[in-house]
């Protein structure tokens, strides 16, 4: 679910140091979900 919230916000525009914020994550994540997105798409990301 965390995953799911990062791209919605990613998406949205959400800078990665708010969307850390918001969810109570690193900013590693943030930056490996948008990484796994990138790379395998909506399936590997989640």
Partial sequence: ????RI????HRGVT???IKEALGISVQMVQ???K????G????AL
Avoid: K
């Fill in 41 to 44: 798409g909506l399936d590997a």
């Fill in 1 to 4: 679910m965390t995953r799911a």
């Fill in 32 to 34: 490996a979900t948008r």
């Fill in 36 to 39: 796994r997105f990138a790379l």
């Fill in 16 to 18: 990665d140091s708010d």
């Fill in 7 to 10: 791209l919605l916000m990613v």
